[in-house]
């Protein structure tokens, strides 16, 4: 293909979870044009996923809670500086990961010659793209996995081959935070640290606190463990109810950056979770992980890489129990330490 843009606008507006699942079409699109200037228009808190990538060379913070959910008046005086600054950038080539109304209009907007679409059933304004081919409708039974999803979206730029693994790289001015957060919890002793996240987006995916700390128990207990719990924003309303029913030893990592989140994340032996963000980063890191999950949920989420295992409830997430939780810890911490020795 001769096509050769210069100036390339991506927009992926996704959630945290989504964004990191993103990264490999982000990786192809770098890999394709390597001398190409790529910004990507994100949301928060999704941006700093982009910049740790090193994937564009300028970001547009977008926060689309704000433009939706705010005051009208403010809300349209923001998405016109938006375009504005998008117009003021003379983009040649528009990429939309994820489309909606909003980020066709936005694409359209942008004044770009060239605009490629992910083409969604019922969702996305196609007549407002024009690369030719286009790209392949998403299918709407959701079985293809979301990172295929949005390669999906660049087979017209003939992409062979494309990793379809995410990964993300920790930096060094984190790595010191980090250190110091342990030290002061005396979590640098040499026990494996084993990660909970007991948070989710939605209370339908949660597995209760009360079991995350009768998990943390018996890694003290059986394993000489160290857990090691991580509170989002979303969590901090009851922030001290959990650290209330968690064993002295546990230590709680909390109001982190995603740069910092994704340092302490990649210091675990384990990360059991729920379907999260920082699920998604821990796998991106390379951190062994154990994903909670309601049977119903589709598998188009997970996690691609390895070594991971998937809990399933028989319904409800509620319905699993803390010894099926800890059996599948157990398994990738024994795994992990055979690893280590082996590497020593």
């Known amino acids: 293909m001769s096509f050769n843009p210069r100036n390339i606008l991506v927009i992926d507006f996704g959630q945290l979870g989504d964004v990191v699942l993103s990264l490999p079409a982000l990786r192809a699109i770098r890999e394709k044009f390597p001398i190409a200037q790529?910004?990507?228009?994100?949301?928060?808190?999704?941006?700093?996923?982009?910049?740790?990538?090193?994937?564009?060379?300028?970001?547009?913070?977008?926060?689309?809670?704000?433009?939706?959910?705010?005051?009208?008046?403010l809300s349209i005086l923001k998405i016109w500086n938006l375009v504005k600054d998008v117009r003021r950038r003379q983009f040649d080539f528009v990429i939309v990961l994820h489309s909606f109304s909003e980020t066709n209009l936005l694409g359209f907007l942008s004044g770009a010659r060239h605009r490629l679409f992910a083409r969604r059933r019922g969702r996305s304004l196609d007549f407002l793209a024009n690369f030719i081919p286009q790209p392949p409708l998403e299918e709407?039974?959701?079985?293809?996995?979301?990172?295929?999803?949005?390669?999906?979206?660049?087979?017209?730029?003939?992409?062979?081959?494309?990793?379809?693994?995410p990964r993300l790289p920790t930096h060094a001015k984190d790595d010191a935070a980090i250190d110091r957060l342990l030290r002061k919890s005396e979590a640098d002793a040499g026990a494996p640290l084993i990660g909970l996240f007991p948070g989710a987006g939605h209370e339908m995916r949660r597995w209760p606190a009360q079991r995350f700390a009768q998990l943390a128990e018996t890694l003290i207990h059986s394993d000489g463990a160290r857990p090691v719990v991580l509170l989002g924003p979303e969590e901090q309303h009851q922030a001290a109810q959990i650290k209330s029913i968690f064993p002295p030893a546990t230590v709680f990592l909390e109001r982190l950056t995603i740069p910092q989140l994704a340092v302490a994340l990649a210091r675990l032996s384990v990360f059991v979770s729920n379907d999260t963000g920082p699920m998604h980063i821990a796998a991106a890191v390379g951190t062994p992980i154990v994903v909670l999950l309601d049977r119903r949920a589709p598998d188009t989420y997970v996690p691609l890489s390895d070594p991971k295992r998937i809990v399933y409830s028989s319904g409800?997430?509620?319905?699993?129990?803390?010894?099926?939780?800890?059996?599948?810890?157990?398994?990738?911490?024994?795994?992990?330490?055979?690893?280590?020795?082996?590497?020593?």
């Open 38 to 73: 790529i910004t990507v228009a994100a949301g928060k808190p999704s941006s700093e996923i982009v910049a740790m990538s090193g994937y564009a060379d300028a970001i547009i913070e977008v926060d689309r809670v704000a433009m939706r959910d705010g005051f009208k008046p």
């Open 140 to 165: 709407t039974n959701r079985t293809r996995h979301q990172v295929d999803r949005y390669l999906d979206v660049l087979k017209p730029l003939e992409i062979p081959n494309a990793d379809r693994i």
């Open 316 to 344: 409800a997430i509620p319905e699993i129990s803390v010894a099926d939780a800890y059996a599948a810890t157990r398994e990738l911490l024994g795994a992990s330490r055979t690893a280590s020795l082996f590497a020593s």
